[in-house]
C-alpha cells in the first residue's frame, strides 16, 4: 500500500491545464520536499520537478509544483500528447526513514 | 553524460538468491548516494534502499536484501536473499542529486534489470 496517495488516473485535452494530487502525513509531505517523477510508455522514471517549481535541465515550465500542509500537487499547463505518462510524487519520511512513493496518476491526452 | 546499467537480473526460485549490479558512468560515483527502486509489471514504484552517508532500508526488504558500493569499480550492488513471488519486479539503480541518503531526489536512472521469482 502506498504511503502517498495520487487518482489512480487523469485526462485533458490538448492544451488544457491539469493537474495531479498528492496526499500525504505530517512524517513525509508535511516535513520534506515533494519529488514528482514522469514515466513515460515503456522507460524507466526520470526527475521532472520538485520544491519550488525547480526543474532539471530541459523540463519545460509548463509544469508546476504547490504544496499546502501535507498535501501537494503538480500542474501541467498547455497539455501536450507528448505528456501523456504515468506520474509519481515522492517524498522523504521521517518515520519509516525511507522513500515513500504514491501510487502513480496515469495521464491520458484526449 | 550520465548512464546507469544494471545487470544480474533473471530468474531465481522462491527462496533463491540474486546479485544485481549497477555500473555508473559520466559522472564522480562516490560523491553522490545511490538507490535502488523495483516496479512490479504493471504496478507502481517501490523505493527499496539508498546508500549514501548513511544507508536505508524499506521495512519490505530489511534483514533480506542488502546494499552496497564498490567506489573503485564506480558499481552499486543490490545483494538479494530469501527470495519471494512478490519480490518480482523490474529494479532500477539511480543517483541522487547529492551524497545526502536521507532526504535524497534521483536525478538520473538505469533502464532497469527485470527479477523474475518462480518455481
Known amino acids: 500500500q502506498s504511503m502517498l496517495t495520487q487518482p489512480p488516473s487523469a485526462s485533458g485535452t490538448p492544451g488544457q491545464r491539469v493537474t495531479i494530487s498528492c496526499s500525504g502525513r505530517s512524517s513525509n509531505i508535511g516535513s520534506n520536499t515533494v519529488n514528482w517523477y514522469q514515466q513515460l510508455p515503456g522507460t524507466a522514471p526520470k526527475l521532472l520537478i520538485y520544491?519550488?517549481?525547480q526543474r532539471p535541465s530541459g523540463v519545460p515550465d509548463r509544469f508546476s509544483v504547490s504544496k499546502s500542509g501535507t498535501s501537494a500537487s503538480l500542474a501541467i499547463s498547455g497539455l501536450q500528447s507528448e505528456d501523456e505518462a504515468d506520474y509519481y510524487c515522492a517524498a522523504w519520511d521521517d518515520s519509516l526513514d525511507g522513500v515513500v512513493f504514491g501510487g502513480g496518476t496515469k495521464l491520458t491526452v484526449l | 553524460e550520465v548512464q546507469l546499467l544494471e545487470s544480474g537480473g533473471g530468474l531465481v526460485q522462491p527462496g533463491g538468491s540474486l546479485r544485481l549490479s549497477c555500473a555508473a558512468f559520466?559522472?564522480?560515483?562516490?560523491?553522490?548516494?545511490m538507490t535502488w527502486v523495483r516496479q512490479a509489471p504493471g504496478k507502481g514504484l517501490e523505493w527499496i534502499s539508498v546508500?549514501?552517508?548513511?544507508?536505508y532500508y524499506a521495512d519490505s526488504v530489511k534483514g533480506r536484501f542488502s546494499i552496497s558500493r564498490d567506489n573503485s569499480k564506480d558499481t552499486l550492488y543490490l545483494q538479494m536473499t530469501s527470495l519471494r513471488v512478490e519480490d518480482m519486479a523490474v529494479y532500477y539503480c539511480?543517483?541522487?542529486?547529492?551524497?545526502?541518503?536521507?532526504?535524497?531526489?534521483?536525478?538520473?536512472w538505469g533502464q532497469g534489470t527485470l527479477v523474475t521469482v518462480s518455481s
Open positions: 559520466g559522472f564522480t560515483f562516490s560523491n553522490y548516494a
Open positions: 520544491s519550488n517549481d
Open positions: 546508500i549514501g552517508d548513511n544507508t
Open positions: 539511480a543517483k541522487a542529486v547529492g551524497v545526502a541518503a536521507r532526504g535524497a531526489r534521483f536525478d538520473f
